[in-house]
């Protein structure tokens, strides 16, 4: 028997406008509107929009939230304010990413955690599982909508619409109590694509009418498809594939999120000894050096034909014409210029490791 996809407040607008709706962890989602090249594009030059609301949201309050947001975060929390926002990640006692999320400060011991779609039950579950004294920890994902603004005219676009100086807002900063299209909303200067770009984040029932008012300015509506190949030209990681509960923050290339010096946390004690004794492999970027997507979950080869790795990612890079991966490999064979093999269905196709992000603006 086939589950219900569970709807954001803009799922009859896609309809309506005739996107390719597919499920994304449990979501029905568009993967496109017009076409993953037209929209990519768009972002890279002009602007384009996304509908995040399959987003979670988790409140953590309490007179002891940070206290407790430190034992569970691999980030340090007192250093987020009620401006400047924080990317953090959620680890088992292994060291593996349950989650990588974004913490708002709302409010004096009141936070927003805005986390993956598809772990939003479990990191829920895993952070009732901890819960201390003098806090409570809410889901209230229902409660919210948000979308976001990405490309380099979006803040020309965006700013002619709000009285608050969001031009001055730097990555992950955020102000809250904006009004646009007569609604109030948080703005955070962030995204997932390697533009410039806002996160709005809105009252569930007034998904719609920003999105209206947002088309009405221009800005091109865009899926899945252009969401992916967009984080991939920069890098950025997919919890489930590039993060995992196997994959720690270390060999994922973003150890800048955890923070050894705060005091013990859930995870310490294995990221601290990676830390100290060295990866045995690590994240890299892959350049096909001949006809072939590398796929994930590709076996990745040395020249002697041992397997070295796993692609994590891979697509067509719209930007470049070139096909890129990232692939978790041998810490011995990710150094610039390397040469390895991928194994694309039953042929073996040259690639080379490269620099990332494979796309900078």
Known sequence: MMTELKKTPLYDK?????AKVIDFSGWGLPVQFSSIKEEHIAVRENVGMFDVSHMGEIIVEGENAVEYLQN?????I?????RK?????ICNE????IDDLVAYKLDENKYLLVVNAGNTDIDFEWLQQHTIDGVTVTNVSKEYGQIAVQGPKALEILKSQVKEDIASLKMFEFIQDVEIFGKNVIFSQSGYTGEHGFEIYCAAEDTVAIWEGLLDLGVVPCGLGARDTLRLEAALPL???DLSTDITPYEAK????????????????VLAKQKEEGLARKSAGLEMLERGIARTDYEVQDKDGNKIGYVTSG????????SIALALINIDQTEIGNEVFVQVRKKLVPAKIVKTPFHKN
């Open 14 to 18: 896609y309809i309506e406008d005739g």
């Open 85 to 89: 926002a924080q990317y953090t990640m």
């Open 315 to 322: 697509t067509q890079s719209p930007s470049t014409g070139r």
């Open 239 to 241: 919890h489930g594939q």
């Open 254 to 269: 973003m150890g800048f999120s955890v923070k050894l010096d705060k005091g013990d946390f859930i995870g310490r004690e």
């Open 78 to 82: 007192s250093k987020a304010t009620d």
């Open 72 to 76: 569970v975060l691999t980030n340090d």
């Open 94 to 97: 292994n060291g593996g990413v």
